[in-house]
């Protein structure tokens, strides 16, 4: 079946610096990938997505590359702010629309 | 207003007692989803429904139901609840004309003692 295999936190980060969260996953077919976000106290919403092989998805100043030949779609941003601090999920969708999660990788940014 | 509410936002049940999170929505949306949470294990599938009259299995439905009463309301049911049931819930719902993204409720966190 699908799964998600997204780097362990949590991530300490100074302001500024360059986050990047590795996900690598497991589908049959071609699914649709995904970065959402979790700010505290609120649900997940979506930060960017990609849905074919060699897409780039890119929202506030993230991104990340759909590679099939590595099955995988890190996220990345190259300077960071306190207001990044978030859990971040990656998911994947088959062609019905069920996603399946990462486990979530925690990203705390000080000033 | 939020497009996806979900009630309540914080719950403190005992062991064995019957408990329902309801979930409502404005987006207009068909598709409706119960997911629940636990650190280290990321978001995990209980129900789905396609339509009023579409429901199915996630991958862990034991121990839960569900009752989709309207296209708009989508509520999850703990019949007896047990404290492994303790974890975050989330309400979601999608629209696959464009492009299937999830939006998602706040979140109901539920306490089994």
């Known amino acids: 079946g699908n799964s998600v295999t997204q780097m362990e936190g949590p991530v300490t980060l100074s302001e500024e610096a360059f986050l990047t969260i590795n996900c690598t996953y497991t589908?049959?077919?071609?699914?649709?990938l995904f970065w959402y976000v979790q700010y505290p106290g609120e649900g997940l919403q979506l930060l960017l997505k990609?849905?074919?092989?060699?897409d780039k998805g890119s929202n506030k100043g993230f991104e990340a590359t759909y590679r099939k030949e590595t099955t995988s779609f890190h996220l990345e941003k190259g300077s960071v702010q306190v207001s990044d601090s978030a859990v971040y999920f990656c998911?994947?969708?088959?062609?019905?629309?069920?996603?399946?999660f990462g486990a979530g990788t925690t990203v705390t940014v000080r000033a | 207003d939020a497009d996806v509410t979900q009630t309540p936002r914080n719950r403190i049940t005992k062991t064995g007692k019957r408990i329902m999170l309801e979930c409502s929505q404005t987006?207009?949306?068909?598709?409706m989803y119960w997911y629940r949470q636990d650190p280290g294990l990321g978001l995990r599938l209980i129900y789905y429904?396609?339509?009023?009259?579409?429901?199915n299995k996630g991958e862990i439905s034991d121990g839960y139901s569900v009752s989709r009463q309207a296209q708009a309301k989508f509520s999850l049911s703990l019949e007896s609840a047990i404290p492994n049931q303790t974890a975050l819930y989330f309400c979601?719902?999608?629209?696959?004309?464009?492009?299937?993204?999830?939006?998602f409720g706040n979140g109901t966190r539920l306490t089994v003692t």
């Open positions: 979601a719902t999608s629209d696959p004309r464009r492009g299937g993204t999830l939006h």
């Open positions: 589908a049959t077919g071609y699914p649709s």
């Open positions: 990609a849905t074919k092989a060699d």
């Open positions: 998911a994947l969708s088959d062609n019905d629309y069920k996603l399946s």
């Open positions: 987006k207009g949306h068909d598709r």
């Open positions: 429904s396609f339509d009023v009259k579409d429901i």
